[in-house]
């Protein structure tokens, strides 16, 4: 997260946390796309089926919004860090509903009537992640769907650490900390999981 990002958002948290109806407004388009690309990443084939992710993507934002008293901004990028492991709260849930549900099968039904999550609407990821996956996270519709795809490919802790460190925005230290890892281990990890993804994303249809 840039500095002015940064500076951004700690006065729209301030000001939201005093009653300004229009900072809530901004965070929210501040931070939608980037919400809602992590939480595609997270949510598998599986939950896409049943739900659209700009679903998970508000219900995150409200209850953010709801509890942003309980909040408190200390380094950039807490509030995104905060809002997503909201919607990963969501997430779960969601999958969890879904599994409980399978065992009675005249209880298998999606869980809202929209159509699949390709039709989501999204107005375009404002840029690459960092510049060490220039060619990978694109600002198209298709392109995020491709992403996707190749993910999911990967083994379940390549997937994590690329969603940590190049999507969530962790630091080294606080993916290692997540991850039970060390620093180095997690850069190493990092570094073999992102050839992984280049080679998938290639491959990808």
């Known amino acids: 997260m840039d500095n002015s990002l940064n500076y951004q958002t700690q006065r ?14 901004r965070l929210c388009k501040v931070y939608n796309e980037r919400v809602l690309r992590i939480i595609r990443m997270r949510m598998g084939p599986e939950l896409r089926t049943k739900m659209q992710s700009m679903d998970l993507v508000q219900d995150a934002f409200i209850s953010a919004l709801r509890s942003l008293d309980n909040f408190t901004y200390k380094n950039e990028g807490d509030f995104l860090r905060w809002v997503s492991k909201i919607a990963e709260n969501r997430i779960r849930d969601n999958f969890d509903k879904i599994h409980a549900n399978k065992r009675d099968a005249r209880k298998e039904i999606p869980l809202n009537n929209n159509s699949s999550s390709t039709q989501d609407t999204f107005v375009g990821i404002s840029g690459p992640v960092d510049n060490t996956t220039p060619s990978l996270i694109m600002s198209k519709r298709e392109d995020l769907n491709k992403l996707e795809k190749a ?21 080294y230290k606080e993916a290692a900390e997540k991850m039970g890892k060390g620093s180095d281990a997690v850069r190493m990890l990092l570094s073999r999981a992102i050839t992984a993804l280049s080679q998938s994303f290639e491959k990808t249809e």
Do not use: C
């Open 12 to 25: 729209l948290v301030t000001l939201a946390q005093n009653g300004d109806e229009s900072a809530l407004e």
């Open 151 to 171: 993910m999911e490919k990967l083994k379940p802790e390549y997937r994590e650490v690329i969603t940590l460190t190049k999507i969530e925005g962790f630091t």
